[in-house]
Each structure stands twice: as structure tokens, then as C-alpha cells.
């Protein structure tokens, strides 16, 4: 059983949630870095006479930004779960890169374009990982102490589909490279990559690290999908109604439908009737 009161949700950006960790202080710190420095190289590329470098310009960009990020994730602990509560936000963080990759695609001279997309690579990776380690921390901060329930999940995928996937990109990266285009082949080489990357930390495969730590934890404030490295919340005040129609089990919640394939569950009966108790008992209140 839970061992600590459930917080509720809509007061933590009032201040009751754990401060921020010192790795989400160095993910805020390099994101801050390399938005900066490929905002500041990108204006540089832009400017003819732009009295120093474009290294020399990335480099002090990126250390300004590193300093201010740190800053930033020390003077406001509680950014972690700001940044993690909502979904538009964790989008937000990999949104500069739109500008980027915008900036590439229009006819600059070429240092620019480098510029522009590189630096659109870097923002994706790096606001990816904030955005996961931020949605993390979210989750442990309205689920405090050990889960009431637990069941076995088993997330669904294709390896083939998802390797076939991959493969493409990394052909088309390797296409980029013979013909010279490096920039472009590394773009393409880190899409493929970070597509085998999310399937790992989602365990879409059945196998890699952390696979066994896929589960449903049942808390007094909600629903947590925990995959290896990722966590997704579903509050019960969300949930309109839980049902088995065919062979899924569906938490109903507008738009933003939970589903989960039986076969998926441990014990979709079990999970049924937890879930339906909860929705029930907030629905009473």
C-alpha cells in the first residue's frame, strides 16, 4: 500500500512536489547550451560580417546557455514537474527545432543551412530527453511511495516493422554520405537511431534493458504505464468509465482514450476491477 498522502495533481506548480534532481539540472543545462548555440552560430552563418567565428561562436553560445540552464534548474526545483505535467509542454521543449529545420530547407548560403541543421538535430535529442526525464519526474511527484496494485505489461510491437523502419533511414543516410551530403546523413542516421532508441525505452521489443520493469501501477491519484525508461500517468478524475469491449480494455477518457490489448495483460480482469473501483469511489465524492 501506499505509504504517503496521494497529491493531488493541480497543486504542484503550487510548490508540493521534490525538487529538481542534479541529472535533470545537466539535461536542462546542455538543452540551454545547444539551443543557444545553434540559435546564436545560425545568426552568425546569416550575417556577413559577423566579427567572429562560427565555432568560436558555438562554443561561447554554448556555454552561456549551459550556465543559464543550470541557473534556471537550481533557482526553480520545481521545473521538473512544470515542465512534465502536460503534454503541450514536453512538445514545447522539441519545437525550436521546427525553426531550424525551416532555416535548412529555404535557399541560404550554404554555412547557414549546416548550421541550421545541426543545430536541428541537437534540439531534438536533447529536448527529447528532457522532455522524457521531465515527464518521468512529473509522475513520481503525484505518485508517492509504492503502488496499491501491480500487474505485468506487455507492450505490443513489431520488431520487423520498427527494423525495417530504421533501416530505411539509415539507408538514406548512407545514400546522403555518397554523394557527399554529410550533414544530411547524419540527420537522417539520428532519426533511424532514436527511432530504435524510443522502441527500447517504450519496450515495443521483447527484449533489451529494463524490459522486465514494464508493469500498470495502481495509486490512489491514478494509473501509471511504466515502460523501461518512460512513465505515463492517468488520473482517475479523467476517466469517464473503464470497460472490456472485445479483446481491449479501454479507459475512457474523450479524446484520449487508454487502451490496452488483452493479451497485453497479466490479468485484464483484475486490472478491470481495480480500475472500475477507483473511477467509481472519485465519481462519488
Not at 173 to 182: I, K
Not at 189 to 216: H, M, Y
Amino acid at each position: 500500500m501506499s505509504t504517503r498522502t496521494p497529491v493531488d495533481p493541480a497543486s504542484l506548480d503550487g510548490g508540493d512536489a521534490a525538487p529538481s534532481d542534479r541529472v535533470f539540472q545537466l539535461a536542462v543545462a546542455v538543452y540551454g547550451g545547444v539551443l543557444l548555440a545553434g540559435t546564436a552560430a545560425t545568426i552568425a552563418a546569416l550575417i556577413d560580417d559577423w566579427p567572429v567565428g562560427l565555432v568560436e561562436t558555438y562554443t561561447g553560445g554554448f556555454l552561456a546557455g549551459f550556465v543559464g540552464g543550470a541557473v534556471i534548474s537550481q533557482v526553480d526545483p520545481l521545473l521538473p514537474v512544470r515542465l512534465g505535467r502536460t503534454l503541450v509542454r514536453r512538445l514545447a521543449l522539441v519545437l525550436p527545432s521546427v525553426v531550424f529545420v525551416g532555416l535548412w530547407l529555404v535557399p541560404l548560403e550554404s554555412p547557414a543551412g549546416r548550421v541550421a541543421l545541426l543545430s536541428a538535430v541537437l534540439v531534438v535529442a536533447t529536448g527529447h530527453v528532457l522532455s522524457q526525464l521531465a515527464g518521468n519526474r512529473y509522475v513520481d511527484a503525484v505518485t508517492p511511495g509504492d503502488p496499491d496494485e501491480t500487474w505485468r505489461w506487455e507492450p505490443s510491437g513489431s520488431v520487423a516493422l520498427d527494423l525495417f523502419l530504421a533501416g530505411m533511414w539509415v539507408l538514406l543516410a548512407l545514400a546522403n554520405a555518397v554523394t557527399g551530403t554529410w550533414l544530411e546523413a547524419l540527420f537522417w542516421l539520428v532519426i533511424g537511431s532514436g527511432w530504435v532508441a524510443s522502441c527500447l525505452a517504450e519496450g515495443r521489443w521483447p527484449f533489451g534493458p529494463g524490459r522486465d520493469r514494464c508493469e500498470l501501477q495502481c495509486y490512489e491519484s491514478g494509473l501509471v504505464k511504466r515502460q523501461p525508461y518512460t512513465k505515463t500517468f492517468v488520473p482517475w478524475a479523467d476517466v469517464d468509465h473503464v470497460r472490456l469491449r472485445g479483446d481491449e480494455l479501454v479507459l475512457d477518457r474523450g479524446l484520449g482514450d487508454v487502451r490496452f490489448e488483452r493479451d497485453e495483460l497479466e490479468d485484464p480482469e483484475a486490472v478491470l476491477e481495480a480500475v472500475d473501483e477507483r473511477v467509481l469511489a472519485i465519481g462519488g465524492r
